[in-house]
């Protein structure tokens, strides 16, 4: 059986200077290195007659080295090397940049195995760079085929497990500085040869779906035989993480079935009174989340929902229709917002939308503690808390931190003795550890109920497959008085009449929120490597890219577009205080003509812009680039205004002149259902754009089958008959302690 705890450091041709650069990669065990799939394969599958080659053409030739040189220019100190390669149809010169040691190994004489592309030079065409393999005396015989089929050309033959690189569908790799893929498939396929490795999938899986060996699967994604054998490999290792996730989520849910929570029984008349007091109507989606999270909060295990809502669908009145009826139950709500800006502005709504309701809250941030209307110490809040006063406090990670979570720095924690509801705001902005920190047991035992919101309209197969252990709830629809915003792709040519029209909402008394996206790798020096993302050095270059190039537009639109304007910018080098300042300045510009002069006009933002945040005077949003975002995220900038009755306007300001383009910035133009756009969204740019696959957790190969809605219902029916037929997983040893790797390694911030 192959040893797959095997260091990488004991394969042959590894060494000390390469283990660390495979490390990188994240290859440290044999296992690790079967595991880093190819990203995709170049088709060399059939070897091309020289005599038939054209340029731009990507081929494999097979012939003689019949000349060969190297030679050096001095001025650029570079060497080039030639060689004349021949079959019996034609030859062909192949060249090779700062590569002299070549020479030595393509000796004049030598059958070789070439695949590259065919360029046009002053000499005619040539292959540039190709790579190269020896073809070896065994296996191998050579015809003149005009015997055979009248077209003179050699018939090499040769084993086609012999040629690892230039010959069939090639795989290509994720690759670091210092390990490109040719060196991966040297390494990787001498491993292939004897693999046994247990399958931790039972046989009766494999055989109902026509699924290969797990030992077959790893051969056939490295080095395939045909398209068809790869497409099978895929899908037979992508349904194993599938597979296992949902495991991992019907276990996660049966765990917290057995757990105990406070009950709420439904208080009626305390609903239909705050309901009545709204100055609005709820829509008939507000009213079905609302039922569902009462009649959740009503059973003696915890509530685990996750409300979705399109922008501005109105998912915090639902939140707060709960957070009412447990305070009134005389226990604690806590409200979690991901910045200071948005937990002011719950604060401030809420205390608008209850002053009927006699309702205690306070509001808890990094630098502001307030009760009541009124700024107290944060210590008079936590000895509120830590008396049983039920209350509803709105905080950000403060509260976290202050309860002595993963970022307390020693803080005494806020003791919660009450708390029965979490409400976590953009719930994918918090950590793991986070979240744990606030829903652990309280004192008495009981686990408080958590509802999780987000604005980010999620494909309903993608959320089932992803928050396989919460419940849904969905609010498509929008509050009444809303209007359609109106959105148009701005070219170069109507820049000038676009910049007009905002300079005329200005004088009106309306605002504008600009958002441009990070400076390009080509005009900044190059991007992080993509598998290094997370560390502390390459999210702080990331985070540079995004403040030049606010303060690059906010220049621009400063002094030279609207030097008579007040304009600001917002990125995430400033400190909490300026941007509270900057977001209390925008927010508190009026309506009417006569304060056009006061408060910000214009606010430049990155792309990170505040989420929830509610500026009902703003009524245009331009966003620089556009063709950059994704539809998904473009609709969540279009958010940011037509929070009013003024009719407010999407500027996708694009400069490209792609068609595929033009018509994925068309499908924002004529739709304004965003979960409708984030299926065209994932269709488009894939699930693990969509997604964001980094920071995932979930592996990469089962992060792209998100799309492949069989292969989902597949692995979720599989995951249920086995709990079924076994709730432990003990009669299969193999997938328990499969699904015990799993779930150390993954996860969804």
């Known amino acids: 059986m192959t040893d797959l705890s095997l260091p990488v450091e004991k394969l042959k041709n590894v060494g000390t200077r390469n283990a660390p650069r495979l490390h990188r990669l994240g290859v440290k065990t044999l296992k690790d290195i079967l595991w880093h799939f190819p990203t995709r394969y170049e088709d060399y599958s059939e070897t091309v007659p020289i005599s038939d080659i054209t340029p731009d053409q990507k081929v494999?030739?097979?012939?003689?080295?019949?000349?060969?040189?190297?030679?050096?220019?001095?001025?650029?100190?570079?060497?080039?090397?030639?060689?004349?390669?021949?079959?019996?149809?034609?030859?062909?010169?192949?060249?090779?940049?700062?590569?002299?040691?070549?020479?030595?190994?393509?000796?004049?004489?030598?059958?070789?195995?070439?695949?590259?592309?065919?360029?046009?030079?002053?000499?005619?065409?040539?292959?540039?760079?190709?790579?190269?393999?020896?073809?070896?005396?065994?296996?191998?015989?050579?015809?003149?085929?005009?015997?055979?089929?009248?077209?003179s050309q050699f018939a090499i033959r040769n084993s086609q497990s012999n040629l690892k690189h230039t010959k069939g569908l090639v795989p290509v790799y994720p690759e670091t500085e210092g390990i490109t893929s040719k060196y991966l498939r040297f390494l990787i396929k001498p491993l292939l040869s004897d693999l046994k490795i247990p399958d931790p999938v039972p046989e009766m899986i494999l055989k109902k779906h026509g699924f290969p060996a797990l030992a077959v699967a790893i051969k056939n994604i490295h080095f395939p035989n045909s398209e068809e054998?790869?497409?099978?490999?895929?899908?037979?290792?992508?349904?194993?993480?599938?597979?296992?996730?949902?495991?991992?989520?019907?276990?996660?849910?049966?765990?917290?079935?057995?757990?105990?929570?406070?009950?709420?029984?439904?208080?009626?008349?305390?609903?239909?009174?705050?309901?009545?007091?709204?100055?609005?109507?709820?829509?008939?989606?507000?009213?079905?989340a609302a039922w569902e999270i009462l009649k959740d909060l009503e059973k003696k295990y915890?509530?685990?929902?996750?409300?979705?809502?399109?922008?501005?669908?109105?998912?915090?009145?639902?939140?707060?229709?709960?957070?009412?009826?447990?305070?009134?139950?005389?226990?604690?709500?806590?409200?979690m917002a991901p910045t200071e800006v948005l937990a002011q502005q719950h604060y401030k709504t809420i205390s608008e939308l209850t002053a009927n309701h006699n309702l205690k809250i306070g509001l808890l941030t990094s630098s502001t503690a307030i009760m009541g209307g009124k700024k107290i110490k944060k210590a008079a809040i936590k000895n509120e808390l830590s008396k049983r006063e039920p209350m509803l406090l709105i905080g950000t990670h403060a509260v976290i931190s202050a309860r002595g979570g993963p970022a307390s720095g020693g803080q005494k924690p806020i003791d919660l003795p009450r708390l029965?509801?979490?409400?976590?705001?953009?719930?994918?902005?918090?950590?793991?550890?986070?979240?744990?920190?606030?829903?652990?047991?309280?004192?008495?035992g009981f686990v408080p109920h958590l509802l999780s919101m987000t604005a980010t309209p999620i494909p309903r197969t993608l959320a089932l497959t992803i928050y396989g252990d919460l419940d849904i709830s969905i609010i498509r629809e929008?509050?009444?008085?809303?209007?359609?915003?109106?959105?148009?792709?701005?070219?170069?040519?109507?820049?000038?009449?676009?910049?007009?029209f905002v300079r005329e909402e200005v004088s009106k008394g309306k605002q504008v929120f600009v958002v441009c996206p990070r400076i390009a790798a080509?005009?900044?020096?190059?991007?992080?490597?993509?598998?290094?993302?997370?560390?502390?050095?390459?999210?702080?270059?990331?985070?540079?890219?995004?403040?030049?190039?606010?303060?690059?537009?906010?220049?621009?639109?400063?002094?030279?577009?609207?030097?008579?304007?007040?304009?600001?910018?917002?990125?995430?080098?400033?400190?909490?205080?300026?941007?509270?300042?900057?977001?209390?300045?925008?927010?508190?510009k009026g309506g009417s003509a006569s304060d056009v002069k006061d408060g910000i006009d214009i606010l430049?933002?990155?792309?990170?812009?505040?989420?929830?945040?509610?500026?009902?005077?703003?009524?245009?949003?331009?966003?620089?680039?556009?063709?950059?975002?994704?539809?998904?995220?473009?609709?969540?900038?279009?958010?940011?205004?037509?929070?009013?009755?003024?009719?407010?306007?999407?500027?996708?300001?694009?400069?490209?002149?792609?068609?595929?383009?033009?018509?994925?910035?068309?499908?924002?133009?004529?739709?304004?259902?965003?979960?409708?756009?984030?299926?065209?969204?994932?269709?488009?740019?894939?699930?693990?754009?969509?997604?964001?696959?980094?920071?995932?957790?979930?592996?990469?190969?089962?992060?792209?089958?998100?799309a492949n809605i069989d292969l989902i219902k597949k692995a979720r029916a599989e995951a249920h008959l086995l709990l079924k037929e076994d709730s432990s997983l003990s009669r299969y040893p193999l997938l328990r302690e499969r699904l015990d790797e799993f779930q150390k390694m993954t996860h969804f911030e």
């Open 60 to 151: 494999n030739i097979q012939g003689e080295i019949v000349k060969i040189t190297t030679k050096k220019l001095f001025p650029r100190r570079m060497f080039i090397t030639d060689a004349i390669v021949k079959d019996l149809s034609g030859a062909i010169k192949a060249v090779w940049f700062n590569q002299p040691f070549i020479e030595n190994q393509l000796p004049e004489g030598a059958f070789v195995s070439l695949a590259g592309k065919v360029k046009t030079g002053k000499n005619g065409t040539y292959l540039s760079s190709p790579t190269y393999e020896r073809i070896t005396d065994y296996g191998l015989r050579i015809t003149d085929s005009e015997t055979e089929n009248n077209n």
């Open 229 to 288: 054998s790869a497409q099978k490999a895929k899908e037979r290792l992508a349904f194993d993480d599938l597979m296992l996730f949902q495991i991992k989520a019907l276990l996660e849910r049966r765990k917290l079935n057995q757990l105990k929570s406070a009950s709420i029984p439904f208080n009626e008349d305390l609903v239909k009174s705050f309901i009545a007091d709204l100055p609005f109507e709820l829509t008939k989606d507000q009213k079905i």
């Open 302 to 335: 915890p509530m685990n929902r996750l409300m979705e809502g399109d922008v501005g669908s109105g998912k915090t009145v639902v939140a707060l229709i709960a957070a009412l009826e447990v305070v009134r139950c005389g226990y604690q709500v806590v409200i």
């Open 420 to 444: 029965a509801l979490v409400i976590l705001d953009e719930q994918h902005r918090f950590g793991v550890q986070q979240r744990a920190s606030l829903v652990k047991s309280q004192n008495n």
């Open 478 to 500: 929008k509050p009444k008085n809303r209007q359609k915003i109106v959105t148009k792709i701005i070219g170069p040519a109507q820049r000038r009449s676009a910049y007009q």
């Open 522 to 588: 080509s005009e900044n020096g190059g991007e992080p490597h993509p598998k290094g993302m997370g560390t502390r050095q390459e999210k702080l270059a990331l985070l540079w890219q995004e403040v030049k190039a606010v303060e690059e537009e906010y220049k621009k639109l400063s002094q030279e577009i609207f030097p008579d304007l007040k304009v600001a910018m917002l990125h995430g080098k400033l400190k909490p205080k300026e941007k509270n300042k900057i977001m209390s300045d925008f927010s508190a």
């Open 604 to 706: 430049v933002s990155t792309s990170v812009i505040e989420v929830g945040v509610d500026i009902p005077n703003a009524t245009i949003m331009m966003v620089e680039s556009a063709e950059r975002f994704g539809l998904a995220q473009l609709h969540q900038f279009r958010g940011r205004v037509g929070r009013s009755e003024h009719q407010s306007y999407c500027l996708l300001f694009s400069s490209s002149g792609d068609k595929s383009t033009n018509q994925r910035l068309k499908a924002l133009v004529s739709c304004d259902d965003g979960f409708e756009l984030a299926e065209k969204d994932m269709s488009i740019r894939g699930p693990g754009e969509f997604m964001g696959t980094k920071q995932s957790g979930m592996p990469d190969l089962a992060m792209a089958s998100l």
